[in-house]
């Protein structure tokens, strides 16, 4: 498959194998800028390495890839600077004793440290202060997170949030980066409708802002575009989404998928 001029994410034929077999094989798709994916597939289908593996954070095995034109895996540390991940265990987690003030400090601390030009480091204090609030507060607003709504405000820890709550945060704390795209795990996880029809407006307006999306999710919302990593037979009907070409092996576990953490690394 020719990668379509400026397409945000494609991967063709994409697999990776663990000790156990197959996570996720045969992955075919491509995806816009500003486009909304939905990885959708049971749990331990390999969806979470497959959304790993498009952020430059895993290898894959076999079949070929590429984020924002860069090549996977051999251009992974450049990917990993314009990915940004929202929730994902084990990788990118939310700390339940910090507070959302602490949390949003230390991103936009290490987005003014690693991210800045050299121009922007030797700018004033005041100013990069001034700057740091400015991303925090822009990035607060896209992701529809009003801090002064919650209990203790931004002195709220992160363990008396509310899924959406913490979801709308981690989306926040992504966003800081402004990245090209976003991969967001387990993204209706938890949810009762109405919440999860508000987690699929809030990933929906991001994606419409020009930064691609890619969200795990058991089932895909209507509109989004589907890439699947259950077996054609096995995987529930589409809920009016376009549809990718699925994996053709049913059969892999949350073991599986715990193995090819370990067997293929992580960055």
Do not use: N
């Not at 993204?187 to 407006?201: G, I, Y």
């Amino acid at each position: 498959m020719e990668s379509p001029h400026g397409a945000a994410v494609v991967a063709e034929s994409l697999g990776l194998k663990g000790p156990r077999g197959w996570v996720f094989r045969d992955v075919t798709f491509s995806a816009a800028p500003g486009t909304l994916v939905a990885v959708e597939g049971p749990s331990g289908s390999g969806r979470t390495c497959l959304l790993l593996a498009l952020t430059g954070r895993m290898r894959s095995t076999e079949g070929r890839a590429e984020t924002g034109g860069l090549r996977l895996p051999r251009q992974a540390a450049a990917v990993r600077a314009i990915a940004a991940l929202g929730p994902v265990p084990m990788v990118s987690e939310l700390d339940p004793a910090f507070t959302v003030a602490e949390h949003l400090r230390e991103r936009a601390l290490m987005q003014g440290r690693y991210g800045a030009t050299l121009r922007g480091l030797l700018r004033p204090r005041a100013e990069r202060r001034a700057a740091a609030r400015a991303r925090i507060d822009e990035a607060l607003e896209a992701a529809g997170l009003d801090v002064t709504a919650l209990p203790k405000a931004e002195r709220t820890s992160v363990r008396d949030l509310e899924r959406l709550e913490a979801l709308r945060l981690s989306v926040a704390l992504a966003l800081i980066g402004t990245p090209r795209l976003l991969a967001v795990d387990d993204a209706d996880l938890k949810l009762s409708d109405a919440e999860r029809d508000r987690a699929w407006a809030l990933l929906r307006s991001v994606a419409d802002s020009g930064t691609t999306v890619l969200a795990v999710c058991s089932e895909a919302p209507e509109g989004a575009l589907t890439v699947r990593t259950a077996h054609a037979a096995d995987a529930p009907a589409p809920a009016g989404g376009k549809t990718a070409a699925p994996t053709d092996d049913p059969t892999t576990t949350d073991e599986e998928t715990a193995d090819a953490f370990a067997e293929t690394g992580r960055a």
